[in-house]
Each structure stands twice: as C-alpha cells, then as structure tokens.
C-alpha cells in the first residue's frame, strides 16, 4: 500500500471555498493514477476527479467548473481547489492513488458545507 495523508478538510458556508491536500510519494507522479473521491452519509463513495502522470483529468460532472486539481511534485502534495461549494458537497473526501494491482486510499478528511 501507498501511503497517502489527506489534509484541509473543515467547515465553510456555501458559495465559500475551501483546499484539500494530499501528501503522497514522489513516485505516484510518474506513473498511475492520482485522485479524490467523496463518500456522503448513506451514499457509496463516488469520484471526484482523477489525473493521470501525463496529466490528463477527469471530473463528475457534478463539480466541473468548480473543483480544480493540481500538483506540486517539489512539495510531494496533491491538491484539490474547491470552489463555489454547496451543501450537496458534504462528504469525507479521500485522496487515492491506483497503479494495478494496487489501490490505495488515504484516511479521508471531512468537508462540510453549512448554509
């Protein structure tokens, strides 16, 4: 397993943004896959976006024009930038990486958006 630690999770009112990072190895840049994903109460955990190491992403629909992935390979940091945030954002977030046969999940932090 890959070691990911997630970071910037909180409390912002809607319309408000908010930044989440993920640590992560150097090596997850040049190879597999980096992403986020959420998990709602009573909901499966769905995607949020990926990127590849050549950099191309992918995004739900639901947060396109929104949330905004980057990296920082000096600092070894995934992030996600979002924007525009509403209650329906409410989720932990999880930071992932996948390589075949491996899939590792970071430990999650809780995003939580008031009205």
């Known amino acids: 397993q890959v070691q990911l630690v997630e970071s910037g999770g909180g409390l912002v009112q809607a319309g408000g943004s908010l930044r989440l990072s993920c640590a992560v190895p150097?090596?997850?840049?040049?190879?597999?896959?980096q992403g986020w994903y959420r998990q709602a109460p009573g909901k499966q955990r769905e995607l949020v976006v990926t990127?590849?190491?050549?950099?191309?992403?992918n995004y739900a629909d639901s947060v396109k024009g929104r949330f905004t992935i980057s990296r920082d390979i000096a600092k070894n940091t995934v992030y996600l930038q979002m924007n525009s945030l509403k209650l329906e954002d409410t989720a932990v977030y999880y930071c992932?990486?996948?390589?075949?046969?491996?899939?590792?999940w970071g430990q999650g932090t809780q995003v939580t958006v008031s009205s």
């Open positions: 990127i590849s190491s050549g950099g191309s992403t």
């Open positions: 150097r090596s997850t840049f040049s190879v597999g896959t």
């Open positions: 992932n990486y996948k390589l075949w046969p491996r899939d590792s």
